[in-house]
């Protein structure tokens, strides 16, 4: 279907009015509890988007070089996640991969649009091009508290894993959002996912 650039940018101030961007807390007021890291399990399936996006982007799907369990999270890097997710979710107009592409699911670079995973790797590539290992900065997929699928960015830092989410202007700990962790990339290779165990009994709302 052709795209009305009008309609699509009317769409995406809707969306951002309702998501309400606004400045992130700073890193001391994040709440670091005892859950600040998402347990997880042994391998599982690959999300489909995700396994096609390896397809054509077969370098970023092995084995990594060098296997980092957290990134230091000092004030110059945590500005940086700021900066990033704020300049992402703004910049990139959120359009669903049916009406952009006429396909269900599609993970990929976004130029100009795209839905919440394209998003998502638009923000990791920023982040390893500044300098951020690669093994800190996994995709994860989530459910939404009305059953839909969302993907974010988890990035293990040394004080908890954090998300960054083109629904969400604020970096918060993944305790912090509004839902239920499916699972992520592994660690020690980016083309393989593990399993989240999210076992909580309530799923914190976002502020």
């Known amino acids: 279907m052709p795209h009305n650039n009008k309609t699509i940018r009317t769409l995406a101030v809707a969306l951002c ?9 700073l890193a001391g007021q994040l709440n670091f509890g005892h859950e600040a890291f998402a347990p997880v399990a042994g391998p599982t399936s690959i999300p489909i988007g ?10 970023e799907c092995t084995a990594f070089d060098r296997v980092v369990d957290a990134v230091v999270l000092d004030e110059g890097r945590w500005q ?6 704020n300049t ?4 990139i107009v959120p359009v669903t991969d049916a009406d952009l592409y006429q396909v269900d699911e599609l993970w990929t670079y976004p130029a100009g649009y795209g839905d919440c ?6 923000k990791r590539r920023q982040l390893i091009d500044a300098g951020w290992e690669p093994s800190t900065l996994l995709m994860a997929v989530v459910r939404e508290s009305n059953g839909n699928g969302h993907a974010v960015l988890m990035v293990r830092t040394d004080r908890g ?5 083109n629904q969400d202007g604020m970096v918060r700990v993944w305790t912090e959002t509004p839902y239920t962790y499916i699972k992520r990339q592994s660690q020690q290779h980016a083309g393989v996912w593990v399993d989240i165990i ?3 009994v309530t799923v914190a709302a976002a502020n």
């Open 50 to 59: 995700h396994n096609d996006f390896c397809k054509v982007h077969g370098d």
């Open 17 to 25: 009015a309702a998501f309400g961007f606004s400045a992130p807390a």
């Open 88 to 91: 992402l979710n703004r910049d």
């Open 198 to 200: 999210d076992d909580r």
């Open 161 to 165: 894993d954090l998300v960054l989410d």
């Open 80 to 85: 940086l996640l700021v900066e990033v997710n």
């Open 117 to 122: 995973e394209d998003i998502a790797l638009a």
